[in-house]
Structure formats: structure tokens, C-alpha cells
């Protein structure tokens, strides 16, 4: 069976510092990797996906970037965190149009 | 302007109720999903609505797709505290191989027993 991964659940970093999310997925072979941040009054914000190793799509500029350097891994990343980058932040893949993203459980990011 | 809107923003429900939450496309979508998501978890798909006038059920909720495939409705029937969360359409309006959903901003169901 197919599973997805997302760690940490929550991460309370200083203003400045880096950050590193990091997703997996079991149980598939090249799937579609998403990134969305969930912002309270803001509804879901689709971040960044990616269709293969090392393809990158980038849906908003931001302080954020995204890698996948293995077939089932993405990952999250920032240099320098900023205030606003304070949000709920999760990982989903596209299985077939019937049943859409599955998503990873989140991880709750607080910049202070 | 969003894209995607959904109404209510919040609802507040007493237990047994019927209850109904939209979501309005500002253009025709390929597809329509309704996601659950409990305060601070992932989200959990319910249902998917692909062609004009489509209505699917499971267990007592019930999405309808409208003809035009702009507008769609997720009623839930005699609500029980275990309905409380966050509701959330997403919609694909790629249809083709570039396959992303627009999410609405959700809408925060409160059953009171």
C-alpha cells in the first residue's frame, strides 16, 4: 500500500534561521510530489511541485524552494526564515484523477 | 479575485441538523473534490465529481456537481459531532498531464451535541 511521510510535526524556528521539510512516499514509483502551505484566513497554497527527479515547478515567489532528489523525496527548504513563513505546511502526491492528492499529516512551522 | 469560494466560512450546527456548504468556481472546472481535514492533520478525501450534474453519496454526506460544472454542494444529512472539521473543495482546471488542484479557503463545521 501506498503511504506518504512529513516530518517534523512541528518546528518552532528564530527568524533567520534555515529550515529543511522533508516528505516521503512509499509503496509508487514516480508520482506527482506536492507542496501546499495552510495559512490560517488563507485557505491551501500550492508552494511548489514536481513531476520528477529534479523538476521543480514554482507556483508563488517566495523566501522558499523546493528539491527532489530522489524519486520518492521532496523536500522543503528555506535560507532564511521569515515571520510570514509561520504556517501549517503539507506534502501530498497525485495518485490518478479519481481519487486526487493524498496528504502527508503536516507539519506546523512557528517563526519567532 | 479567488478563484475558488466556498460559503459558509463557518457553521455552527446542533447535532441531527442538516447542513449545506457550497463552492463556486469562477470558470469551469475539469474536476471537483470535497477533502476533510481535523484542526492541525492532513486532509482526507471524500469525494470526487467529474461531470455536469453528477451527485455522489457516502454514509450520509451527498456532493452534486451543477450542469454548467461551476457549482457544487456538499449536504450532510442529520450531523453528528464526528462531521466536525474543516471542509475543503478542491478544484483541477488542467484536466491534461499538468494536474494541480486550487483549494477553496474551507469552511469550519462546529456540531454542538
Known amino acids: 500500500s501506498q503511504t506518504i511521510h512529513q516530518w517534523p510535526a512541528t518546528l518552532v524556528q528564530p527568524v533567520g534561521s534555515p529550515l529543511s521539510l522533508e516528505c516521503t512516499v512509499e509503496?509508487?514509483?514516480?508520482?506527482?510530489l506536492y507542496w501546499y502551505r495552510q495559512a490560517a484566513g488563507r485557505g491551501l497554497q500550492l508552494l511548489f511541485y514536481s513531476v520528477g527527479i529534479g523538476q521543480i515547478s514554482s507556483e508563488v515567489p517566495q523566501n522558499l524552494s523546493a528539491s527532489r532528489p530522489q524519486d520518492r523525496q521532496f523536500i522543503l527548504s528555506s535560507k532564511k526564515l521569515l515571520l510570514s513563513d509561520s504556517g501549517f505546511y503539507l506534502c501530498a502526491w497525485f495518485k490518478r484523477r479519481t481519487y486526487g492528492y493524498t496528504f502527508g499529516s503536516g507539519t506546523r512551522l512557528t517563526v519567532v | 479575485s479567488q478563484e475558488l469560494e466556498q460559503s459558509p466560512q463557518s457553521l455552527i450546527v446542533q447535532e441531527g441538523k442538516n447542513l449545506t456548504i457550497n463552492c463556486t468556481s469562477s470558470k469551469t472546472l475539469y474536476g471537483l473534490y470535497w477533502y476533510k481535514q481535523k484542526y492541525g492533520e492532513g486532509l482526507i478525501f471524500l469525494m470526487m465529481l467529474q461531470k455536469g450534474g453528477e451527485e455522489k453519496s457516502h454514509e450520509k454526506i451527498t456532493a452534486k456537481l451543477d450542469e454548467k460544472k461551476q457549482q457544487s454542494s456538499l449536504h450532510i444529512t442529520a450531523s453528528q459531532p464526528s462531521h466536525a472539521g474543516i471542509y475543503l473543495c478542491?478544484?483541477?482546471?488542467?484536466?491534461?498531464?499538468?494536474?494541480?488542484?486550487?483549494f477553496g479557503k474551507g469552511t469550519l463545521l462546529t456540531v454542538n451535541p
Open positions: 509503496g509508487t514509483s514516480n508520482p506527482n
Open positions: 478542491g478544484a483541477d482546471y488542467s484536466g491534461g498531464s499538468n494536474y494541480k488542484l486550487t
